[in-house]
């Protein structure tokens, strides 16, 4: 049964550092990863989605790495800034196109 | 383009009423799928509709059901509500199977 966990599960950092999320999972027969924000009371937003064949997506300041086999990825923010409050989301997919969810790394950005 | 469209956006009701949310998919998409997020985790997958069929589900129970039409909109409809079914109630839709899913705003779902 795969399943995601996100560490840790809140930070605050001030604004302007760059910081790390960390996800992993238990089965790494995946087909694709990706990173979601979910703002209070809000639905979900795709940030970056990596197949299972990649190592790495960029998107301006977010850049997201998939280590396939050890279970485990990364997400890369830079330059912080209070903007980019939120809950931040890891989910894999599985060829069966079911997504598993972490429970999030509540982010505050320090103004 | 309207992206997914979720109603109503909150709903109060009391346990052992029934309650139907609706979920409009992304134009091009024929997918859907719903997930329950109860506060403080992260989205669970109900189940997942495609050319009008349940094609796979997650682990609720048979109070929870669905349907897709024939403009790929889809209903969730749980009867017998549990305080416990309080949660935001996601909607998402794809071109397709293992394609990227669109997610809605949710439905906020309280028990009363």
């Known amino acids: 049964k795969q399943e995601v966990t996100q560490i840790p599960a809140a930070l605050s950092v001030p604004e302007g550092e760059n910081l790390v999320l960390n996800c992993s999972f238990t089965d790494s027969a995946i087909y694709n990863l990706q990173w979601f924000r979910q703002d209070p009371g809000k639905g979900l937003t795709s940030l970056l989605l990596i197949q299972s064949s990649q190592r790495e997506q960029t998107s301006g300041r977010l850049n997201a790495s998939l280590d396939k086999s050890s279970g485990r990825s990364t997400l890369y923010i830079a330059a912080s800034q209070p903007g980019d409050s939120a809950t931040y989301l890891c989910a894999v997919s599985n060829r069966d196109d079911k997504i598993i969810f972490g429970k999030g790394t509540r982010l505050h950005i320090l103004p | ?112």
């Open chain 2, 1 to 112: 383009d309207a992206g997914v469209t979720q109603s109503p956006t909150h709903l109060i009701k009391t346990r052992g009423q029934q309650v139907t949310l609706r979920c409009s998919p992304k134009s091009g998409h024929d997918t859907v799928s719903w997930y329950q997020q109860a506060l403080g985790q992260g989205p669970q997958f109900i189940f997942q509709y495609y050319e009008e069929e349940e094609r796979q589900r997650g682990n609720f129970p048979d109070r929870f059901s669905g349907h897709q039409f024939p403009n790929y909109s889809s209903e969730l409809n749980v009867n017998a509500l549990l305080l416990g079914d309080s949660a935001l109630y996601l909607c998402a839709s794809s071109p397709g199977i293992n394609q990227p899913q669109h997610f809605g705003d949710g439905t906020r779902l309280s028990i009363l």
